[in-house]
């Protein structure tokens, strides 16, 4: 009701959502039921997505998120090859799988889970269980003190997350399996390594890992929040 009483209130009003997760897991935010998408799609002006999927799939338009460079305090953390930072959603497996191949190829592992239940559990002495979300301060700062950064996707997941907009600002390199991240205008082979599962991860990439190279996606520009307003400007 709020975005129609604006409406009503203001002459010129324009209403803009950016859903920057996948549509399937979208809850409405006073119950625990899927969204009314129609709804949202009749009383806005302009709907975008960060994934290329659901974007053609519900008639949105696509625009990668968004990041710029960190440039506030960093902290004194020890420094790791790889982090990852999640919640376990459709991934647990792949992503414990990951964790023991990465593990095994020697690799300083900094990784955190919210959310796992209890009993699925495993690795507790070397894997930091959360109850609660890591703020995005703290997230930047592991992020920083990290040498690559692993993105395991979503079923179903084709957009780039933050993991891939936090490598870019950041100059990171990046382990993903999402599929489509070949394709991407800022894709180097130098800097990011692809994997369909933790059985075909690139063990010369991984020994790579650990030696410091100036990293330079030259895509910054391109996701910038500046660009977005932009964007949006453009399109209403």
């Known amino acids: 009701g709020f975005n129609s009483y604006l409406r009503r209130k203001y002459k010129g009003y324009k209403s803009v959502s ?3 997760d996948l549509m399937k897991i979208q809850k409405n935010f006073y119950c625990d ?3 009314d998408f129609s709804l949202y799609k009749s009383s806005l002006d302009l709907i975008l997505s960060f994934d290329q999927s659901d974007s053609e799939k519900y008639g949105m338009i696509y625009h990668p998120l968004v990041n710029s460079k960190y440039k506030g305090e960093v902290i004194e953390l020890p420094m790791s090859d790889v982090y990852f930072l999640g919640q376990p959603k459709n991934r647990l497996s ?3 799988e990951t964790f023991e191949v990465l593990r095994d190829n020697g690799l300083k592992l900094d990784f955190h889970l919210a959310n796992v239940k209890p009993i699925d559990q495993v690795y507790k002495a ?6 609660k979300f890591m703020t995005y301060q703290e997230n930047i ?3 920083l003190h990290a040498r690559c950064l692993l993105e395991i996707m ?3 997941g084709l957009g780039y997350t933050q ?4 490598a870019i600002c950041e100059g990171k390199k990046l382990l993903t399996n999402n599929s489509t991240i070949k394709e991407a205008p800022f894709f180097n082979s130098e800097y990011i390594s692809r994997f369909t599962s933790a059985k075909d991860i690139d063990v010369n990439f991984l020994k790579g890992i650990p030696s410091d190279i100036g990293i330079d996606y030259h895509y910054m520009d391109k996701i910038s929040p500046i660009e ?3 964007f949006i400007d453009e399109r209403l």
């Open 33 to 35: 039921e899927a969204i």
């Open 141 to 143: 700062q592991h992020t």
């Open 154 to 156: 979503q079923q179903g």
């Open 126 to 131: 070397e894997i930091h269980y959360m109850d």
């Open 94 to 96: 792949q992503i414990i």
């Open 163 to 166: 993991r891939v907009m936090e």
């Open 18 to 20: 950016f859903f920057t």
């Open 228 to 230: 977005l307003i932009h």
